[in-house]
């Protein structure tokens, strides 16, 4: 099983759900596209360049959607509307690395299951006909019959559909949270002691019992200024002493049976302005949150949430300028330079977000705001993450100094703020009928904290 799985009637039942949307979903795509069968490749692992080290290997997330499999290189899923679906899976005769353990779990009674000890016995489980492949293409697949090898328009079908949850997946995406909140507990006790980030970082992969390569993405772990690094995964091994440690922001989440969180929360070492400023955040951010609900227009709550930090910077000093004066004018955009949140689920930045049908057609984000990924309706049983920030960023700020709005700034009082690098707040919400359903507030509060 990968890593803890369980195997519980709930899970049985939740994941046979989801194995038939699945098949629902293939079999409309398959008829729309003119297509036979499907087969869904797992991938393989890939050799680091003039070396004989493979890199990590990470399973196709259409694959880890058919089933929660991540560590089984050159694997199939074959599918032939109307059939049971079959699983072809590798597992060598090796001695020079562990082989994958024998199928076993809650999720085997949905497949047929072949055992493969050679990569080319898969060939002789591939239906006749026109097939649509999805996966890393390889040579020797041309071989193996008739492919279309990820024909564009059956995967953007298939993206589409994957903004919708099934039961199974949000059980699956809790239990992530329930995972990434074990980490961001003890990832704050262990920056409040004399430690590194490095240290940190080792805290929380300890507490949520994944090593590096199980982690959904790299740890941010991020001390003082290291904070306004919107992506910083350098984690320095020096111990930074009481007297000099400021702030802390970690932006961690954790996996379970390939389903990700993505969790961000930021602390100041004393009770002082940075801190009254995170607390503000927070209230802010439970305010976004509280407003992700079928119909919301995602890039207004992107825009709203602009307006909101342009009033916390002008409440704390750092701006002249109210906060819708302050978005209008493009000037919290220095403040806050990345968009509102994105989908989550197989993959941290989920697939879909841009897309207004299953045909492809994109909706692009709101002018001055290209990095926002998510430019949907918010729609029940969609997830999505919400992670305003505020950050002091020198180099976006020394080019706000040669701007017309440079005197709409305190920079004294941005200078004062500038060694605590940024704040980021970040939650996992599940949109649905009865109101969003906040999965990592969830979480903490089962761990007898609000939020940290």
């Not at 929380?204 to 390569?213: F, R, S």
């Not at 930021?266 to 927070?282: H, N, P, R, V």
């Amino acid at each position: 099983m990968t890593q803890r799985q369980k195997s519980t009637p709930d899970m049985e039942e939740l994941f046979a759900g989801h194995v038939a949307v699945m098949l629902d979903r293939y079999d409309r795509a398959l008829e729309h596209h003119k297509f036979d069968a499907a087969v869904v490749y797992s991938g393989s692992p890939h050799m680091q360049f003039l070396d004989d080290m493979a890199y990590p290997f990470k399973a196709n997330p259409h694959f880890k959607c058919w089933a929660p499999l991540t560590q089984v290189p050159d694997s199939f899923i074959i599918y032939r509307p109307g059939e049971k679906p079959v699983l072809a899976y590798f597992q060598p005769d090796d001695y020079w690395h562990k082989p994958p353990d024998d199928p076993a779990g809650f999720w085997t009674a949905q497949f047929d299951i072949r055992i493969l000890t050679e990569k080319d016995n898969a060939r002789t489980l591939m239906p006749v006909g026109h097939k649509a492949f999805l996966g890393e293409w390889q040579e020797r697949f041309s071989k193996w019959g008739k492919f279309s090898a990820n024909p564009q328009g059956f995967i953007h079908e298939l993206h589409y559909q994957r903004a919708w949850k099934t039961p199974y997946e949000l059980a699956c995406m809790a239990e992530a949270s329930a995972l990434g909140a074990l980490g961001h507990r003890a990832a704050y006790l262990a920056f409040c002691e004399d430690t590194s980030e490095y240290d940190i970082h080792l805290a929380y992969c300890a507490a949520c019992e994944h090593t590096d390569d199980q982690l959904p993405y790299d740890n941010i772990v991020a001390l003082n200024q290291h904070a306004a690094i919107l992506h910083y995964t350098y984690r320095d091994t020096a111990v930074i002493p009481a007297p000099q440690r400021k702030s802390f922001l970690i932006d961690a989440g954790a996996s379970y049976n390939g389903y990700a969180s993505d969790i961000t929360r930021t602390y100041s070492f004393k009770d002082d302005a940075f801190a009254e400023l995170i607390d503000q955040m927070d209230e802010l951010q439970q305010i976004i949150c509280d407003q992700v609900i079928p119909g919301a227009s995602y890039p207004e709550l992107h825009l709203d949430t602009h307006r909101a930090i342009g009033g916390l910077l002008h409440a704390a000093g750092v701006i002249t300028m109210h906060g819708d004066e302050a978005a209008e004018a493009g000037l919290t955009s220095t403040f806050f330079p990345h968009g509102l949140g994105h989908y989550i689920g197989l993959q941290v930045h989920d697939v879909g977000g841009f897309m207004n049908d299953a045909g492809g057609e994109r909706i692009s984000p709101p002018q001055g705001h290209e990095f926002l990924r998510l430019t949907r309706t918010v729609e029940s049983d969609q997830v999505m993450t919400i992670e305003p920030g505020i950050y002091f960023i020198e180099s976006l700020l020394n080019k706000l100094k040669d701007s017309p709005l440079k005197s709409a700034v305190n920079w004294t009082q941005v200078e004062k703020f500038i060694p605590y690098g940024g704040i980021r707040i970040e939650d996992n919400v599940v949109a649905t009928d009865n109101g969003p359903i906040n999965l990592t507030r969830d979480a903490f509060d089962k761990l007898g904290q609000s939020h940290s």
